[in-house]
DNA sequence: TGTCCACTGGAAGGGAGGGCTT
DNA sequence: AAGCCCTCCCTTCCAGTGGACA
């Protein structure tokens, strides 16, 4: 071969001017459309700054409503503001879908506060209130306000219960020397039904609701990134408009139209084409549903492989709407064929809701009167991904036994 | 109106695995 | 080493449910 394999693709052209203008975590210096939002959350905790406690909040919104990009923008101001009035401010974010049980919680919030010479707490092993007393008695020592942001605190709450945003919500009635405050970010308007209304009282003393972008104003968000991110001229009349008409069908997310915008532009320089237009759009429109997918699949459990693999393997044959029973059998045999033993329906009911909230399948509850209650599941799988994706290519002859094509048994 | 079906989903608890304390 | 605490994954039990049907 002639020269260094990575100089053809270092001598094209980039469209990219900044990648990251692209990146979920890019914090643009401007939030177009949600003005009143921030202005919101600044009257709040300006309190902060005065030495006061500011209220807990609740912001709820559609995924991509830009609640977690205002709340870390509103924050950084906050700190800068802080550390020039010299006054303590902390902040800490929580993302409760990977922080997802009180003690955990708890632990990284006292961890971060943590100091040389402290004795670290463990990620387990200790009582969860032995944990709690560590984290008030690190933040007197601090001083100050402390904000804790619990982003998607609708998962902590249906995994780990309220008992944690009791604890957290009741903590200035033990601190001495500092003040907290509870933001709480959350997808589901309804979270707080799951609550003991004194929790409720407490965390949610402010609302804000975050209203799902349309379509102008993705296209408004999207200007904005193109500005910072893309070279000029290299989006064609048109991209835009569809990108953000593409993202406004999915609940009005702006992630999903920077992710499209993205991808639309890598398809062109991958083509080496100078310009993006909507074909771009369209396949990356078809690569981000495969991709959002797969990855996903691949680090589910074997249970909850074989479950996708029977629901798939019935739509094969032509089954729409399969009852949860009808599923359960199909995987049952699946599992005989691969001699592992079947988990309770009782188990495969719960992991169907499980894929239901990943947005593997889609499941809803109907009755059929005397044919009895049960979940209708369709899978949300592109048609591209077959049994081997699914089961991930480093088990593909399990997959070919679950489907019945290869004799696991014989050459065990 | 009551019965019945095929489940759903809450509650309780077992057991494995991991870590800390005494 | 024993005892304790925590999480995670799972089972067992069972009351509850929506709607067709007699």
Redesign the pocket.
Known sequence: MDGNIFEKILGQDCLFVDRRAFDHAFEPTRLPHRGHEVESLVRNLVDALNGHIPSNMLLYGVPGSGKTVVTRFVLGQLLDKGEEMGQSVETYEINCRNV?????VVQTIASKLGRRGD?????????????LEELISRMDRAGGVHIIVLDEIDNLVS??GDGLLYNLTSLNTSLRNSRCCIIGISNDLNFTQQLDPRVTSRLSQEDLVFHPYGAPEIQDILSERVNTGLREDVIEEGVLELCSALAAQEHGDARRALDLLRISVQKAEQRSQKTVDRRHVRLAQSQLEYDQVTPVLKTL????KLLVLAIKLNEDNGMRNI??????RTYSDACMKISV?????????????ELDTLGIIM?R???????????Q?NSAIPKGVDAISIMGESEPLIAEAALGRYNLQSQL
Not at 100 to 104: L, M
């Open positions: 997802d049980t009180k003690y955990r004795t670290p707490i463990p990620f387990t092993g200790w009582p969860t209130d032995r944990v995994r780990a459990p074997l249970h909850q009852s949860t029973g009808e599923t359960y033993e079947a988990l309770t329906p009782r188990r495969i009911s719960s992991l169907l809701n499941a509850n109907v009755s059929k009167g005397r044919g009895g209650r049960s979940k599941v």
